[in-house]
DNA sequence: GCCAACGTTGGC
DNA sequence: GCCAACGTTGGC
């Protein structure tokens, strides 16, 4: 299992209209970066990942899992372009701000800290489980 | 709203 | 294959 961050802007795409998708989930369309699609293509069905509010919220607010594996991004004319589709699986008790993260030592190498760009990132285990702990949500 | 960082494109 | 120009993202 691996653990993944995706990044979505709230006015674009929000934990809200993710978690109106309910268990079918949707298409994780509109990325364009090559390393953000190549991550896409390692994920497997079943692996987790963090939803991201970047711009006025910046913080990791809900779990997601992928529930399809990598297939053209249907809204793409440029068939290089990929992506997974993903559930919402629960919301964070408390939502995990980027300021809490760059504050704590143990969340300091984080892809979210180290490139702030990429939008679609590997998150490592103990990463994984020190968010979960502060939003005090189960891994 | 600005700007730094980064990725992509295209001319040479 | 290099690099300048440009566009985009996201934090501040």
Known sequence: ??????????????????????????????????QARNFMREMKLGDLGFFYHSQSEKA??????????????????????????????RQFTQPVTLDQIKADPRLGEMVLVKNSRLSVQPVLPDE???????????P
């Open 60 to 89: 990791v607010v809900g779990i997601v899992e992928v529930c399809a594996e990598v297939h053209p991004d249907s809204k793409a004319d440029d068939p290089r372009w990929e992506c997974v589709d993903i559930r919402a699986v």
């Open 1 to 34: 299992m691996t653990y993944w961050l995706f990044k979505s802007e709230p006015s674009t795409w929000s934990w809200q209209n993710q978690a109106e998708k309910g268990a079918e989930g949707e298409e994780w369309d509109g990325v364009r970066n090559y």
């Open 128 to 138: 994984w489980a020190a968010i979960c702990e502060m939003g005090q949500t189960q």
